[in-house]
């Protein structure tokens, strides 16, 4: 079965940090792009950082420029999003997507949920004191 699950979600105090992990099943990420995606409470998801499977392109909103670090391990199947310096407007459910074929922009600007190939379930960060 082919899947992807993200994990590192938890509550953390303003200014923190969180690494998150996104870890393939059935399948290898080296060839897509990975796509990490958030939705808060009564708010439209939204694109927060994207990597192609190459070349180590990279995206970020202008939310999270220079305190959020995309990062893939092809050897562990894994990509990564580490989160400093949190604010309470970080707070929302994170989900990790899967592409092959896209550039990085076009991945994270995309509203469409049917673009990706595959989403993780998400998984919950809460910024709060």
């Known amino acids: 079965q082919l899947h992807i699950v993200e994990s590192g979600g938890g509550l953390v105090q303003p200014g923190g940090s969180l690494r998150l992990s996104c870890a393939a099943s059935g399948f290898t990420l080296d060839t897509y792009a990975i796509g990490w995606f958030r939705q808060a409470p009564g708010k439209e998801r939204e694109g927060v950082s994207c990597?192609?499977?190459?070349?180590?392109?990279?995206y970020y909103a202008d939310s999270v420029k220079g305190r959020f670090t995309i990062s893939r391990d092809n050897a562990k199947n894994t990509v990564y999003l580490q989160m400093n310096n949190l604010k309470p407007e970080d707070t929302a459910v994170y989900y990790c997507?899967?592409?092959?074929?896209?550039?990085?922009?076009?991945?994270?600007?995309?509203?469409?949920?049917?673009?990706?190939?595959?989403w993780g379930k998400g998984t919950l960060v809460t910024v709060s004191s």
């Open positions: 997507a899967a592409k092959v074929g896209t550039t990085v922009q076009a991945m994270c600007v995309s509203t469409i949920y049917y673009f990706m190939d595959f």
């Open positions: 990597i192609s499977s190459s070349h180590g392109s990279t």
